[in-house]
Each structure stands twice: as structure tokens, then as C-alpha cells.
């Protein structure tokens, strides 16, 4: 949708330039006075037709030149207006050539001094031989696509403006009175100067562009940071099909997070008062609590988890204090909670049954090792809220184990009605119940249920959406 839009501004604006081919009174004079002519009504209608051609070609190519700056970039770019501007000189010269009559003369006219076209060569010549290097390097390694386009410019501009000088040189002034073959003559010395001057400008400043290496570059989206806190949210979930995520509060009411990238992830805490999403304007992790105005650029990447308070959160292996802003780095492949003043991970990644043991490690909120003990990959694990105990989750039942030890506390059957095989541990609720997904073994069933894990007793949650993937959870009462 953005780039049809774009190319209507573009086609407008030029439009609009061209459409106003007035020439005022004043500007015929002054161009008259500054070059030296002298108008009379044998030559007046062919200063008017070159002035009214530069004018309008160069105003547009101009206003081009604004319109793609902002359009691509976002901002007010010299080098782009320079390549419009320039862009609108040459048309105005090609429309001016097609309409005189096209006889060679035997020498090439002085349009400019000498001492100016040997510069104006040297020039051209430096910026062919630096191009020709720039080929050469490409072809040792990856060129992305703002370098070769201004990789091209300089030689084509170059190219484009010699030209354009060769048939103003070479081109016969008309036959007619001594006033015409003068006006003839003063246009075309005065668009030599102009092109020397504009092609010299564009040819260096793009070659230099290259040689350091600062390309211009699209201007970065502003942040989209909302303000005020977030509501308590009991669970979220991304809408592809309107580009967003959505939040169901306590009240039951979904809530639209705009800020929101619906294809990053999203967290919230154990009591769903604390959210943690990749921001849509910047790209970067934001964190958004219920005593801040905006939102806060968080360090790391990969999993997040939460403390159940949503005062620390887990980013991959990033350990980072909400309130504050600090961060450590948890020395652990994976993390599988956080809880009191412990952060419970694993040595390895979560792995098929039937994969070589790894260990289950215990940190402090400095990120410094406490203790480390055996443990099944396989297992669905979580750690209780209060980080005292594991719990893992099996088809039949229900086990609690010391995450400093490994040693098994205790062992619950799962008080299930029928189901299939398709179940995990989401969450916990502010009862400290193990929120789990259970796909029913009828049609129809709820899938979401809570298990008290002291007495494998399961709740039905007929509330809740049905489970599926993206479905983000955070206070569940």
C-alpha cells in the first residue's frame, strides 16, 4: 500500500512542477543582466522557451528528489536532492536538443574556459578509475545494494554529463540574426557551466560517499512506547490478522497492545502485571510494569522468563532486575525459573527420552553457582514460585524434587479424566496450583486444568480459550 502512495506523491509533485511553467518578468531580466544579453523580439521567445525548460525541469527533478529522500530514508538527504536536481538538468537539456535543428559545425564551440574542462576531466577520470577499483573489490567479497548503486552514480553521471557537453559543443547555432545566434550561445555556455558544476558536485560527493563509507540510510522508526501501566492480564495472544497482540484482563476484556510486535515474543509474570514484548518501532525487548509511565529497553535475547512478582526476568541467559535496570549473565544453557532469591537452570537444552543426563543448576540473583545435580533432559520441569521445589510433569503423575539435590519430595497420581497424550505445564496459579494443558480424550472438553501438587487433585479451567500455540499466560485465578 506504501509503495503505490509513494510513487503518487512523486508523480504528483512532479506534476505540479511542470504544470507551472509561468515565467515571471523579473526572472527573464535578471538572467538577461547577469549574463550580458540583450533581449529584443527576434530572440525573446527562445529565452523564454530555455528558461521556462530549465526551470520546470529542474524544479521537478528538485521536488523528485525530496519526495524519494523522504519516501526511502525518512529524512532530508543532500545527495538525493543533488541527484534530482541534476536528474531535472539533463531532461531540460535533452528537451532542448530535441526541439533545435541538429546540424554538426565544423568546430566545437568555446562554451567554457579551458582551464574549467581539464578540471572538469580530471575529475571524471579520478572518479572512472576509483569506480573500476570499487568493481574490482566487489568481486572478493558481498556488496550490499546501497553500495553498488553508489557504485554506479559517479560513472554514469560522469558519462551522462559529457554527453551532454559534446552535443552542446558540437551541435551548429541556428542560422538567423546576430540577437538569436547570441541568446543560442548564452543558454547553452550557461547549461555548460551548470553541468560542470552539478556533475562535478554529484561525481565527487558520491565517490567520497564510497570511499568512507557512510551511505545514507533510512532514518530509524520512532519507538512506539505506550504510556500508563498495563491492567493485570490473565492471558494474551497474538492476532496475525490485525497485527497485534491482544490481552484479556481480570475483567475479561480484551485490551490491544499497538506497541506490540504480534511476530516477536511476549511474557508476562505470574501475576500478570508485568510484560515483556519486542517493541514494533524500535525491534528491541521493552519491559512494561504497573509502576511506570513507558516502556524500558531490556538487554538479551531467547527465552524470557519471569519471577512470579515480575521483579526479575530471564532473557536467554540474562538475568535482569525490572526495578532497576541491572543485569547479569546466568551461566546456564537454559532457564527454568525463577523464585525467591534463586534462579534454577539446566546445563544442557531440552532434549528427546533416552538422551544422556545433564544437570540441573542453582544460582543467586548475582548470577553466581550454588549447587548442581542430575537431571533427565526429557522431563517437563518448572520451578514453584517460591523456588523450593521442582515439579515435573509426567503422564500419570506428578513429581516434586529438590532442585539442589535432585532428590525426589514427592509423588502424586494426576487426578485426570480421560485424555490424550498431548499435555505440558504452563504456569502457576495465585493459589500456587500448576497450571497444565491436558488435550481432552472427548470432543468438547476444557484443556486447561489446575493441579495441586500436593494431592494431584486437577481443577477444570472452562474459561480459558483453547489451547494452541502463541497463547501467553499470566494471572490465573
Known amino acids: 500500500m506504501l509503495i503505490p502512495l509513494g510513487l503518487a506523491l512523486i508523480i504528483i509533485v512532479i506534476g505540479l512542477a511542470l504544470g507551472a511553467r509561468s515565467l515571471p518578468r523579473p526572472v527573464l531580466e535578471r538572467f538577461a543582466r547577469r549574463q550580458g544579453l540583450l533581449v529584443t523580439p527576434y530572440n525573446g521567445d527562445h529565452v523564454i522557451a530555455y528558461l521556462r525548460a530549465v526551470r520546470s525541469w529542474r524544479g521537478a527533478g528538485l521536488l523528485g528528489g525530496i519526495a524519494f529522500s523522504l519516501y526511502f530514508l525518512g529524512n532530508l538527504n543532500l545527495l538525493f536532492l543533488l541527484y534530482g536536481w541534476l536528474t531535472g538538468v539533463l531532461v531540460a537539456e535533452f528537451q532542448l536538443a530535441a526541439t533545435r535543428p541538429r546540424h554538426w559545425g565544423g568546430r566545437r564551440l568555446e562554451l567554457i574556459p579551458r582551464a574549467q574542462l581539464v578540471l572538469w576531466w580530471l575529475i571524471a577520470l579520478a572518479c572512472w578509475a576509483m569506480a573500476g577499483v570499487f568493481v574490482v573489490r566487489s568481486f572478493t567479497g558481498e556488496m550490499g545494494v546501497a553500495e553498488r548503486f553508489f557504485l554506479a552514480v559517479p560513472p554514469v553521471v560522469a558519462l551522462a554529463v559529457h554527453l551532454v557537453l559534446r552535443d552542446l559543443r558540437g551541435r551548429a547555432l541556428p542560422a538567423g540574426t546576430m540577437d538569436l545566434v547570441a541568446a543560442e550561445f548564452t543558454a547553452r555556455r550557461t547549461s555548460a557551466r551548470v553541468l560542470l558544476a552539478g556533475g562535478g558536485a554529484v561525481t565527487f560527493l558520491s565517490t567520497g560517499v564510497l570511499l568512507l563509507g557512510i551511505l545514507p540510510a533510512p532514518a530509524p522508526p520512532p519507538p512506539t512506547i505506550e504510556r500508563g501501566p498495563l ?184 487426578k485426570l479424566p480421560p485424555r490424550t497424550a498431548d499435555q505440558a505445564s504452563l504456569g502457576w496459579s495465585a493459589d500456587g496450583r500448576l497450571l497444565i494443558k491436558a488435550e481432552p480424550g472427548g470432543a468438547g472438553g476444557p484443556g486447561h486444568y489446575l493441579v495441586d501438587v500436593r494431592t494431584g487433585a486437577a481443577e477444570a479451567l472452562k474459561e480459558m480459550p483453547e489451547p494452541r500455540a502463541g497463547l501467553v499466560y499470566g494471572s490465573v485465578t
Not at 547479569?328 to 544442557?348: C, E, K, M, S, Y
Open 231 to 414: 491492567p493485570p492480564m490473565r492471558f494474551a495472544r497474538a492476532q496475525p490478522d490485525r497485527d497485534r497482540w491482544e490481552m484479556w484482563t481480570e475483567r475479561g476484556q480484551p485490551t490491544p497492545l499497538r506497541a506490540a510486535d504480534p511476530s516477536g515474543p511476549l511474557a508476562a509474570s505470574g501475576d500478570g502485571a508485568h510484560v515483556i514484548y519486542r517493541d514494533r518501532g524500535t525491534g528491541r525487548l521493552v519491559y512494561r510494569g504497573p509502576n511506570r509511565t513507558g516502556a524500558q529497553e531490556l538487554p538479551g535475547a531467547g527465552e524470557i522468563v519471569f519471577s512470579r512478582d515480575g521483579r526479575h526476568a530471564a532473557i536467554g541467559t540474562s538475568l535482569v532486575d525490572t526495578k532497576t535496570g541491572a543485569a547479569v549473565t546466568v551461566n546456564a544453557a537454559r532457564i527454568l525459573g525463577i523464585g525467591g532469591d534463586r534462579v534454577v537452570g539446566t546445563a544442557g537444552p531440552r532434549a528427546l527420552p533416552g538422551t544422556p543426563a545433564t544437570e540441573v543448576l542453582v544460582f543467586d540473583l548475582r548470577g553466581a553457582l550454588l549447587s548442581r545435580a542430575p537431571l533427565d533432559p526429557s522431563l517437563d520441569v518448572r520451578l514453584t514460585p517460591d523456588g523450593t521445589a521442582l515439579t515435573v510433569l509426567t503422564f500419570d503423575d506428578v513429581v516434586t524434587m529438590d532442585p539442589a539435590t535432585g532428590e525426589v519430595l514427592g509423588r502424586k497420581r494426576l
